[in-house]
């Protein structure tokens, strides 16, 4: 029983387990990193009720990187969302989109780096600063950036919004910040520390039996 037990072929399965528990335990922690952003936070994808306030502004207090999502929440029927490019942007043009959401609860994958342009499906309500502008970093790994991506330059005929006093970066004021990452969530560290805990027990078990 016991050379069954440590025969080449039981130990070429376990060594196959423990690789499989790896690589998931991986993929999963990577995972973690990722966070959803709530654009505009408690208010959702609306027209401003405040005249001073521009989406952008939102954006500036918040780090975007590869991976990360982004999710507009809006009375479906009544709003949409748009990716749209540069121009469009700028020009509050709805007839040619990237891509159209109308859900009422759009989850939009930052899957590259560089700028994101999205407006409302109603041009409007894009007139009237119901747009934003996220830019995405390029290398998740790096923490060590200390400014802020600059962001592009405000349409003719509207005031560039000026940074927001306070501003969320790699180098985090110390002063306290009410509402961290702006109503971003994330996979928990403690349920990391769980996935961790489960798969050192399954080596565990693995190698006892």
């Known amino acids: 029983m016991a050379d069954n037990i440590f025969s080449?072929?039981?130990?070429?399965?376990r060594s196959l387990h423990v690789?499989?528990?790896?690589?998931?335990?991986?993929l999963l922690m990577q995972k973690g990193d990722a966070t959803q952003f709530k654009v505009g936070g408690s208010q959702g994808w609306t027209v401003p009720t405040d005249p001073n306030f521009h989406y952008n502004q939102w954006a500036e207090r918040n780090r975007f990187q590869i991976g990360d999502s982004l999710l507009f929440v809006y009375p479906p029927g009544q709003d949409s969302v748009l990716h749209v490019n540069q121009e469009d942007?700028?020009?509050?043009?709805?007839?040619?989109?990237?891509?159209?959401f109308s859900d009422g609860n759009t989850v939009v994958n930052l899957s590259q780096s560089g700028p994101f342009y999205f407006v409302s499906?109603?041009?409007d309500r894009c007139l009237k600063?119901?747009?934003?502008?996220?830019?995405?970093l390029a290398d998740r790994s790096n923490q060590t950036r200390t400014g802020s991506p600059s962001p592009a330059p405000a349409p003719a005929g509207e005031e560039s919004p000026s940074p927001p006093a306070g501003t969320v970066d790699i180098n985090p004021s110390p002063a306290p910040v009410s509402e961290p990452r702006s109503g971003a969530s994330s996979i928990s560290i403690s349920s990391i520390s769980s996935l961790a805990a489960?798969?050192?027990?399954?080596?565990?078990?693995l190698f006892s039996a």
């Open 121 to 123: 499906g109603n041009k």
């Open 19 to 26: 690789a499989g528990l790896v690589i998931c335990l991986m």
């Open 198 to 205: 489960f798969t050192a027990s399954s080596l565990l078990l």
């Open 89 to 100: 942007y700028n020009n509050c043009n709805t007839e040619s989109p990237v891509e159209k």
């Open 129 to 136: 600063k119901e747009k934003l502008l996220v830019i995405v």
């Open 8 to 13: 080449p072929s039981n130990n070429k399965k």
